[in-house]
């Protein structure tokens, strides 16, 4: 039926600020709703209280909310606007939470709002673990033998009818946050009072935990008439007993016989159809026993979920977008294929490749916790590849994740000892695959590792192959390896480094002119739903070695920018705010804006955002080799965080065209030495420093600019390995293991401004004139990365003369280093003097907060400044707030029970929230200031 005519006004409740287990996938699925809705006509409102995304900009929602996410701010919303419904299925589990809180409170029903894309009941079924399974024994579908407990008496009942090892599963949590294994009574009672108390209503189920077990996904869609589309079948490499966030994925599934997905296709209709009124996305997870195919139901989400993104970059089919119009009423065969643009969106994908996800971790900033891999999700973020083999996908992710390797092995950081490996193999966390790699070239056994691991066979021979052929290359040198050899590994996916590696006595490069001088080249690829089936209209690619290429490089003026990568600790969803804004400002301009990236659940990497999309590793030979095909006039690394900028250099040095501050300038900046000699020059305060080599010079130069002293590396990002000293010891402990972590780096040593406040300003700067966009006060003092500080916009406790050098020392800086384009200062004020701690010449963390605050599209209007296409002063930019905004921090430290919470120089916070205050006099502002007056007076 076409859509509901009632409804004309739809409020979106968006995630909230990014923590593990609810990410920027959530940003993706908002947007893309949102603007799907808005081409109905529907008047769409968003409620999230999350600065850094996309969906919050007043290009996505006619009316923006960024509120904190309570029924308080809900009903606010519905004061001031006629909201004919809400859509609670694009937040992840904060939304439906929030939606189901308001029905409670019967919110919705006294403002006359509907509940659409699914219904209270259908959230009651599926994430109260009593009703979902009660009804998987209505409907027939198997499960594991379980029981509901509200109380630790229960628990511990259930738990010796249904016998160890056993899951304990929280009711309305996320991530898997307070789930666990209990492998014996004795870990029984903490694991149940851990349970109890995650869940808000105080319930877990207490399951047969069926280890071993492999585990799959489906992703899918309902209409209102229940037809039903599978849109993505996603297999898990690892086996059951890995929270599917954290694990390794694989799409199309691999090792799913045609009767096993037949058996999985069934259950997970019939558990569609019998949920409750429900249509839109759907996530449904299996276990099947991999001895005889036995399957059962583990869980199913009435929501786009994080594995929607997944799918969705995966197939190319925009989930979020198809499901928002069946919310509102459409149905699946009235809707037309928005890639092909000219078959139904009542189809099944088809792919003609295969992709695979690899988790990324951030272990390293929660130094003490406990990186064994289970039931509660520890990732930050995630890399997707794509490859026409789950080989050359595989090596493809293992590039993309921006660790020291690079591929699956064969770089020279493999691990010779059989004890850790085995080790590794038993007790999983983030390296277990290269580990897997490593034993297979020790001689462990296939059949000994599928043992330990539970991993299926066909993924180990497939690794095992890649062992066979790292043999074979390393019989060559440079000078006598075939054509056919190398084509064969640039098939399964070895980088030109892990080749020359292998080869030995030559370099990347010398391997990149070989392969090409014998027509070795990456062609292009097509995600195109249909598998060429139909003609299609997308321009979203991959790179292989094939012949045929079918991505057309066209004769307009174009720009490349390039993406961030997987989400981490200090480079995160902000910088996709970022690089979606220097797209769109490139198309505004006349560009063809083309987006690298391979981060699956980011909206730039959705398939209509840029002109052109390339989803490919941020890795020096996919993008040299994609900037010889393209011909771009330049690239743009400003807004790509660190991961960007770290490719400037070579890319200047092979004559490409950085776009805006030059690489010489940028890296002024980015040496932390050579940036305090350009202050002094500039009789600009800052403090006492001196550059090591080695642990020894560190301590003579500690020794005279005096403790305690601030140890930082240069060239990285979220205060990545530094530390605040206080003598000789722990300074040669932590240059040591700094020099270890990134051999070739030089180490600054700071005096350490004890009690400092700490501010930060972003400025452009044209090359003429330069516009403090956003000054800030942190609440917290230097010494605590500004990431996990507080900020105040604009400042309220400094001085007219404080405010004052740091507009002279902005302008300043900006003009030393010939800034085009974006800057951010952070400064110290110690009895009213201002010195400058550093300087980051690109879009930082603050930048969407600032955007927000003023609403004005600075990072617009800088990408238009780098182009050279419009200078400063041909926009009004005279940002007001009237009153304060205040950007705060949120930690996962939930995720790592006992490490060290403890704030300091290396940022610990996954994501941030904003919040607006009138005045100074606001209860909020005042307790604010007085955390500020409490650390200052320590």
């Not at 979020?320 to 069946?326: D, E, G, M, N, V």
């Amino acid at each position: 039926m076409p859509k509901d005519k009632s409804i004309n006004s739809v409020l979106i409740i968006g995630s909230g600020p990014i923590i593990i287990g609810q990410a920027c996938e959530f940003d993706y699925s908002g947007s893309q709703a949102a603007r799907s809705l808005k081409e109905e006509g529907i008047e769409v409102s968003l409620i999230n209280s999350n600065p850094a995304t996309i969906m919050t900009d007043p290009v996505i929602a006619d009316n923006v909310y960024l509120l904190p996410l309570n029924t308080q701010s809900i009903e606010q919303i519905l004061i001031e606007r006629k909201i004919d419904a809400v859509l609670p299925t694009m937040g992840g589990q904060t939304a439906l939470n929030l939606c189901k809180e308001a029905q409670d409170l019967g919110i919705w029903e006294r403002y006359n709002v509907r509940i659409i894309g699914v219904d209270i009941d259908a959230i009651d079924r599926t994430e109260n673990r009593e009703l979902f399974r009660q009804l998987m024994i209505d409907i027939d579908v198997p499960i594991a033998p379980s029981h509901t407990a509200n109380s630790f008496l229960e628990g511990k009942e259930f738990a010796q009818q249904i016998g160890y090892p056993l899951v304990i599963r929280p009711s309305f949590t996320l991530g898997g946050t307070g789930g666990g294994f209990v492998w014996d009574k004795t870990e029984l009672d903490q694991a149940l009072k851990n349970g109890l108390e995650a869940s808000p209503i105080h319930e877990v189920l207490v399951e047969k935990a069926v280890l071993g077990w492999k585990e799959f996904e489906l992703e899918l869609l309902r209409d209102a008439k229940d037809d039903i589309a599978v849109i993505c079948t996603i297999e898990n490499f690892d086996p059951m007993g890995i929270h599917t966030g954290d694990s390794i994925t694989v799409a199309p599934a691999m090792t799913l016989s045609d009767v096993a997905f037949q058996n999985m296709r069934d259950a997970a209709f019939k558990m569609m159809r019998n949920i409750g009124t429900f249509s839109g996305g759907c996530n449904v997870q299996f276990a099947i026993n991999p001895e005889n195919e036995e399957l059962i139901a583990i869980e199913i989400n009435p929501r786009v979920s994080r594995s929607s993104a997944l799918a969705s970059k995966a197939t190319g089919y925009p989930i979020a977008k198809i499901a928002s119009k069946l919310a509102i009423g459409y149905y699946l065969d009235e809707l037309i294929n928005p890639v092909t643009k000219n078959s139904s969106a009542f189809f099944e994908p088809a792919i003609d490749y295969v992709i695979v996800k690899i988790p990324r971790w951030n272990f390293d900033k929660f130094k003490g916790a406990n990186k064994a891999l289970g039931l509660q999700m520890k990732s930050v973020g995630e890399v997707m590849s794509i490859g026409r083999s789950f080989q050359e996908a595989l090596q493809k992710a293992c590039q993309s994740l921006e660790t020291i390797r690079k591929g699956l092995g064969s770089d020279g950081y493999d691990l010779h000892k059989l004890d850790p490996i085995l080790e590794s193999l038993e007790h999983p966390s983030w390296d277990r695959l290269w580990h897997i790699k490593d034993a297979i070239s020790l001689g462990v056994p296939i059949t000994s590792i599928q043992k330990i691991t539970k991993i299926d066979r066909w993924f180990l021979e497939q690794i095992y192959d890649l062992v066979k052929t790292e043999k074979l290359i390393s019989k060559y040198s440079i000078n006598n390896i075939s054509s056919d050899v190398l084509k064969i590994a640039k098939e399964k996916g070895f980088s030109d480094f892990q080749i020359a590696y292998l080869m030995r006595n030559c370099t990347e490069d010398d391997v990149y002119k070989l392969r090409k001088s014998v027509g070795i080249n990456r062609v292009y690829k097509m995600v195109d739903t249909c598998s060429a089936e139909f003609e299609s209209k997308t321009n979203y690619f991959y790179s292989t070695f094939e012949d045929e290429n079918e991505s057309t490089s066209s004769n307009r003026k174009k720009i490349i920018v390039l993406g961030s990568g997987p989400n981490r600790i200090g480079q995160g969803i902000e910088f996709d705010y970022s690089c979606v804004h220097g797209i769109l400002a490139a198309k505004e301009a006349g560009y063809e804006a083309i987006m690298v990236n391979c981060n699956p659940e980011t909206v730039s990497t959705d398939f209509d955002i840029a002109d052109k999309l390339y989803f490919e590793p941020i890795f020096w030979e996919h993008l040299i080799e994609l900037i010889e095909f393209e011909k771009p006039e330049g690239v743009i690394v400003q807004l790509g965080g660190q991961t960007a900028l770290k490719l400037a250099q070579k890319l200047e040095s092979q004559g490409v065209k950085i776009i805006g501050t030059s690489f010489s300038d940028m890296d002024i900046a980015e040496d932390r030495g050579r940036f305090s000699d350009l202050l002094k020059e500039l009789n600009i305060p800052y403090p006492l420093y001196g550059v090591a080599e080695t642990a020894e010079e560190a301590l003579k130069v500690a020794n005279e600019v005096g403790y305690p002293v601030l140890v930082r590396p240069s060239y990285v990002l979220g205060g990545q390995g530094m530390k605040i000293v206080i003598n000789d010891e722990e300074l040669e402990q932590a240059v040591i293991n700094l020099l270890g972590d990134m051999p070739g780096n030089r180490v600054l040593i700071d005096h350490f401004l004890d009690r400092a406040e700490e501010m930060e300003t972003d400025s452009i700067c044209d090359g003429n004139e330069v516009k403090i966009i956003g000054m800030m006060e942190h609440i917290e003092p230097a010494g605590i990365h500004s990431g996990d500080s507080s900020a105040v916009l604009p400042p309220f406790g400094l001085s007219e003369y404080v405010l004052k050098l740091m507009e002279e020392y902005t302008s300043k800086i900006a003009f030393a280093l010939k800034i085009k384009g974006l800057l951010n200062i952070q400064f110290a004020v110690k009895n009213e003097k201002v010195y400058v701690l550093e300087a980051n010449p690109r879009a930082s963390r603050t930048v969407p907060f600032i955007c927000k605050a003023y609403k004005v599209p600075f990072i617009n209007i800088a990408t238009k400044v780098m182009l050279g296409v419009n200078n400063l002063n041909d926009f009004k930019i005279n940002p007001d707030l009237n009153g304060f905004a205040i950007k705060q921090p949120v930690f996962s430290f939930n995720k790592f029970p006992g490490v060290n919470k403890e704030l300091g120089p290396e940022m610990k916070s996954t994501g941030e929230a904003i919040l607006f205050v009138k005045d100074t006099k606001d209860p909020v502002f005042r307790e604010i200031y007085n955390v500020k007056s409490m650390y200052l007076s320590k």
